[in-house]
């Protein structure tokens, strides 16, 4: 089956006694055991399995083309869960670049407790190679990246990993398999934040980690997921399974509207600079162009002026709502640079847009608006 029809019918069978199409929500938190003590229905207690969560882990595991999927809380409890899964003297090479909350928990929690990381630009192949150490046993990539929409070679990357005996990750959040498939470019462990797109309306707040192969590390990730009592509740993994349904159907409009907005920003006078891999003349543009599908619905751009001008935007606008996060309906806009503070490396004049399912011409007068009357003596 295509990855369309993967998102509506995995782990989808009518439910066995109501024959419902849509399944049911299971609260219980303990299931009946057989006088033999087996458990027939497959599970015994909520923290070691829920078939919503079940469900949703299949899903996941279709989509991305992994062996399995371990569903997380958040996106930060599956990133959490693969660095948990390493070893006191091991070390991570991670991009520069990659979501701000990974890099503060490699800096903060993990090195104090003995997992060194070092961060690099990895749209530099040659710098990735030479972070590389003996006991580095994990390679952490992002692309598209945060807030530059720079985009790195997956394949590539994960081939140096391969080589330094690491395993590689990729945090597919942006693109989702929809428009880039890292377990088949070589990549370990496909790791989401199933809170954005996946999830898809901005009500539903979860993280995932897909496996490519059987193993230590996925028996590792689901000891911590167990263990560590990390489980999604049956509601949140029920909403994120419904949005699956719908991502392919709302990725190629949030590709569209993204595209449609970066030609306008880009040709607009108050614009300095467009950061989206759909337009030719952007760095990543040939790269993006050979390892994804579409060119993703979040994009970036530079004030003409700084800080305040960028403000003054923002400020502006009534249709696209002023928000951090990314891959619902509605359409954002942010300043990154206030947001993640004084270790920001985000440009003071940038504004970073998740391109929502609003008709492009309402978003684009938006902007207009907005950009028109920001201040003018800059
Ligand atoms: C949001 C996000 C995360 C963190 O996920 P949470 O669900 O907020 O914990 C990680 N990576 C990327 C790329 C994200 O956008």
Redesign the pocket.
């Known amino acids: 089956m295509r990855i369309e029809t993967l998102a509506v019918k995995t782990g989808m069978d009518p439910d066995g006694t109501s024959r419902a199409i849509a399944p049911p929500i299971t609260l219980s938190t303990t299931f009946e055991r057989g006088e033999d003590g087996s458990y027939p229905g497959g599970f015994d207690y909520s923290r070691s399995g829920n078939p919503n969560r079940a469900v949703l882990e299949a899903a996941l595991a279709a989509l991305e083309g992994g062996r399995e999927a371990v569903a997380f809380p958040?996106?930060?409890?599956a990133?959490f869960s693969v660095i948990f899964s390493l070893s006191p003297g091991e070390h991570v090479v991670a991009a520069d670049d990659a979501?701000y909350?990974?890099g503060v928990l490699l800096r903060d929690s993990f090195a104090e407790r003995g997992i060194e990381a070092s961060f690099v630009d990895m749209t530099d192949l040659d710098a990735v190679r030479s972070a590389m150490r003996p006991h580095t046993r994990l390679v952490w990539m992002?692309t598209p990246s945060?807030p530059l929409i720079r985009i790195s070679d997956i394949e590539a990357i994960a081939g140096i990993a391969r080589e330094g005996g690491a395993i590689s990750c990729c945090?597919n959040?942006?693109a989702t398999p929809l428009l880039q498939r890292p377990l088949d470019l070589g990549v370990d462990l496909v790791?989401h934040?199933?809170?954005?797109y996946f999830g898809g309306h901005s009500d539903v707040?979860?993280?995932a980690v897909i496996v490519r192969e059987p193993g230590g590390t996925l028996e590792a990730l689901r000891k911590i997921q167990k263990d560590g009592g990390l489980v999604p509740s049956p509601f949140d993994a029920w909403l994120t399974r419904r949005g699956l349904e719908s991502l392919a159907a709302r990725m190629a409009m949030h590709c569209a509207n993204a595209m449609e907005l970066a030609r306008f920003l880009d040709a607009h006078p108050r614009v300095e600079r467009v950061h989206y891999p759909g337009l030719r003349d952007d760095p990543g543009h040939a790269l993006a162009a050979r390892q994804m599908s579409d060119f993703g619905g979040m994009l970036s751009f530079n004030v003409v002026g700084g800080r305040d001008e960028a403000f003054a935007v923002a400020a502006g606008v009534k249709v696209i709502a002023r928000a951090t996060?990314?891959g619902g309906t509605h359409s954002l806009i942010e300043h990154r640079a206030s947001v993640e503070g004084p270790t920001t490396r985000a440009p003071e004049n940038l504004l970073r847009m998740s391109a929502g399912l609003e008709h492009i011409d309402d978003l684009k007068e938006d902007l207009d608006r907005a950009l028109a009357a920001a201040p003018a003596d800059v």
């Open positions: 958040s996106g930060m409890a990133t979501y909350g990974t992002e945060n945090d959040t942006w790791m934040s199933t809170t954005k707040t979860g993280g996060s990314l």
